[in-house]
């Protein structure tokens, strides 16, 4: 089983920009989908972006589309969120999970990070 640990969070100012790794030990990284979810204090934990093994595929949530951007690098493991033009609102605690289907990747979750703070001070 593939089991994530994300990297990268921090503090940074409104307009800027972030980016999370989440590196996955497990010879069999490259068949499983993978995807980044937040939840933020006192908010259920939501969708941010998923990308199917190939990185062919790739969705996002509304709130989000056009300022992050999901990629995954099979060589090494790894899948990166690279956050820009961040907002307060994107405050949260950032969590890498696999999956085991990409059309139902939020029924198919497998293993989920520790998460990694992101904070965005206005």
């Known amino acids: 089983q593939v089991q994530p640990v994300e990297s990268g969070g921090g503090l940074v100012q409104a307009g800027g920009s972030l980016r999370l790794s989440c590196a996955a030990s497990?010879?069999?990284?490259?068949?499983?989908?993978m995807g980044w979810f937040r939840q933020a204090p006192g908010k259920e934990r939501e969708f941010v972006a998923v990308?199917?093994?190939?990185?062919?595929?790739?969705k996002y949530a509304d709130s989000v589309k056009g300022r992050f951007t999901i990629s995954r690098d099979n060589a090494e493991n790894t899948v990166y969120l690279q956050m820009d033009s961040l907002k307060p609102e994107d405050t949260a605690v950032y969590y890498c999970a696999t999956a085991r289907d990409y059309t139902n990747y939020l029924t198919s979750v497998v293993s989920w990070g520790q998460g990694t703070q992101v904070t965005v001070s206005s």
């Open positions: 990308i199917s093994w190939s990185g062919g595929m790739t």
């Open positions: 497990g010879r069999t990284f490259s068949s499983y989908t």
